[in-house]
């Protein structure tokens, strides 16, 4: 092997999917040195790294269609070593699949990669189309993490197993081009894939669907994260609404097609924590966590101590939410919060919050009230105004609500209504779309994505409150990132000393979008600044906080590295047109390898903003991505040819 090969696949060890560092450790000076290309036995370099920053690739445009159309990148990654030597990677996407292929089971078979299951695991059928039935699969794959496991051993891999887990949030739509969003359970599987030791590429060996009966299936699943003790933390966003939900044509249809029939699902049961733990033989299990808040889902991100969760609140008029386990590496028992900024946020302030205690509780616990309570037990929740001074005013999802909490029932309210209960009890709720969350843990600051900036966050608008302190002066669909100073030794609004030292203390805008008139292609928003953030995952080795995009404001969604230190915004991946950027998942090292796991959904889902477009890029579309119901599973890396030696 020559001296040049050797030195470009070290270096290819820096780049491969997304974070699997420990949160509270940190790589140690050799493993950086190995991950980098130094060691001294071949040409490369032999400084200790130093950075790395990243490239902005042009938005892709018509005068190559074909870029618009699929995932592409043109971006580059620059290594710094401490002797001011570098070296530049160009990166690549790689799939492991498109969903409605048929891969590897690991028994010697076949099985369609993002189908959906009842509750008895028997495949769900789309019977929409006469003479054309076929097993249902997502085009909306989503929140991703990469495991290792000690002793791991799966037939087939040669290099050394890494595990992917991987869940699909939705189906789109059936055959007949029905509305399918919400109707029914969210599978998540776990991918066995063999990483080449030589050159880290990824290889899918196994696909695994993990068995949901005992977690009643799972609800429209969106973002995930990796905890800090090696497990998948996944989601359930827009929770059921329990007062509604029976006559919900979603809701019954979401029920008959995972227990067979419209009224067995509890609305209770969904809206909550689930939580993958991988097996050494690439299977998984499930298990629900009911304690953590019943609200959308979106992104929790599990701080150092392994007891503090910040949650995202995928909703409007949400909140944010913080959960406090009683023990490390058990999410089964703690307390729930939520702030109240004392200070008002804007678009230019720094506010101080206070934590409102909203109540302990055992999963166990909320599970049982789930089995046995109706929401009427738990509150009366009016649509018009009852005259009645004993009811509290709010807004729920945007529109007014009158609520009245029953005796005795702070409990229940607290973990199963708890957007209802956080506005009682005095909650800042008045966030929209509070998508992403993530955290740099060396300068103890958190992020969370808001996708837009609208409606309850704006000055004077019908579903605004003064009393939340959250107050901006004009609508930004465009969205932003906002950031928290992390502290400890923060006593909550009733006084009690908060168990952790990982806080939110306050809060700022960290960057934000830009709406504009619409340009040549038909953005809405300045393709080169972010729109409508959605993912976050913050690298600790790259100092990078990377956002995927959900924009309905940018023709190709992007995904974005911003380096906490230079500031430096780097566009360093496009998804096909009229699809959403997920899965983000930044890996810092994976056997000695980097990588930065990315996803999207729903390719060619056409709306005004595409009119310039739609009729160019459709075809190509259709013919890349299964006529727009199939979407990829897949990760950047780097392109050993494009090293500058």
């Known amino acids: 092997m020559s001296a040049v090969l050797t030195s470009r696949r070290r270096l290819l060890k820096f780049l491969g999917s997304a974070p699997l560092l420990p949160l509270s450790g940190s790589l140690s000076a050799a493993g950086l040195l190995t991950a980098c290309g130094g060691g001294g ?97 997502s085009d909306c794959p989503d929140g991703s993490s990469i ?127 689930p939580e993958i733990t991988v097996n050494k033989d690439g299977t998984g299990t499930v298990t629900k966590h009911y304690c953590l808040g019943r609200i959308s889902h979106e992104l929790i991100h599990v701080m150092p101590d392994n007891r503090t969760a910040l949650m995202g609140d995928d909703y409007t008029n949400g909140g944010l939410f913080m959960f406090v386990a009683d023990k490390e590496k058990d999410l089964s028992a703690g307390n729930l919060y939520v702030a109240h900024y004392t200070d008002v946020l804007t678009d230019t302030s720094t506010a101080k919050m206070e934590w409102i205690h909203l109540g302990h509780a055992t999963s166990a616990e909320i599970e049982a009230l789930a089995n046995s309570l109706k929401p009427t037990d738990i509150m009366e929740s009016l649509t018009t105004d009852p005259q009645d001074a004993s009811y509290t005013a709010v807004f729920l999802d945007g529109k007014a609500a009158w609520l009245k909490l029953k005796p005795g029932m702070e409990k229940a309210a607290a973990f199963l209504e708890s957007h209802r209960y956080a506005n009682l009890v005095g909650g800042s709720m008045a966030f929209t779309k509070m998508e992403g969350t993530t955290v740099n843990i060396k300068d103890k600051v958190a992020y969370s994505a808001l996708a837009n900036i609208q409606t309850s966050m704006i000055n004077g608008d019908k579903a605004w409150n003064a009393k939340h302190n959250v107050t901006f002066p004009k609508t930004v669909k465009a969205g932003g990132v906002l950031a928290h100073n992390l502290v400890g030794g923060i006593k909550d609004r009733q006084g009690a000393t908060i168990n952790s030292e990982w806080v939110p203390q306050q809060s700022h805008m960290l960057m934000m979008g830009e ?116 979407a990829s599973v897949g990760y950047l890396t780097g392109t050993p040819q494009a090293v500058k030696l």
């Open 41 to 137: 036995d071949d040409d490369g370099p032999t400084a200790a790294f130093k950075s790395v920053s990243f490239s902005n690739m042009a938005a892709p445009n018509l005068t190559n269609p074909a870029a618009m159309a699929t995932t592409s990148t043109t971006a580059v990654m620059t290594i710094l070593y401490a002797d001011d030597s570098k070296r530049e990677v160009a990166l690549a996407y790689e799939s492991f699949f498109v969903t409605g292929d048929m891969v590897a089971d690991g028994k010697g078979g076949k099985i369609l990669a993002g189908g959906y299951y009842d509750i008895n695991n028997q495949p769900i059928m789309d019977n929409s189309v006469a003479g054309s039935e076929r097993h249902f699969f």
């Open 515 to 630: 709406d504009i008139a619409a340009d040549a292609l038909g953005n809405t928003s300045n393709p080169d600044k972010i729109a409508s953030p959605d993912n976050l995952k913050f690298s600790e080795k790259m100092r990078t906080l990377f956002i995927g995009e959900d924009s309905g404001n940018h023709v190709n969604n992007f995904l974005w590295a911003y380096n906490a230190d230079t500031k430096q915004l780097s566009r360093i991946l496009s998804t096909p047109a009229g699809a959403e950027s997920t899965g983000l998942h930044a890996v810092d090292e994976a056997n000695g390898w980097t990588y930065i796991m990315s996803n999207f959904q729903h390719p060619g889902d056409w709306s005004a903003l595409h009119a310039k477009i739609k009729d160019q890029l459709d075809p190509l579309i259709n013919a890349n991505y299964k006529n727009k119901f199939g």
């Open 147 to 273: 495991i290792q496991i000690a002793d791991a051993k799966v037939d087939g891999v040669k290099g050394k197993p890494v595990f992917a887990v991987v869940q699909f949030e939705y189906a789109s739509k059936d055959l007949s081009g029905g509305d399918a969003y919400g109707t029914l359970p969210s599978p998540i599987a776990v991918l066995t894939l063999d990483q080449d030791q030589d050159t880290g590429k990824l290889s899918l060996v196994k696909y695994h669907n993990v068995d949901m009966s005992k977690a009643h299936g799972l609800w429209i699943t969106c973002g995930a994260s990796l905890s800090p003790w090696n497990t998948h933390l996944s989601s359930e966003e827009y929770e059921p609404d329990a007062f509604t939900a029976a006559s919900s044509a979603q809701f019954k249809a979401y029920s008959k097609h995972v227990f067979g029939n419209e009224t067995t699902a509890n609305p209770y049961h969904y809206g909550h924590l």
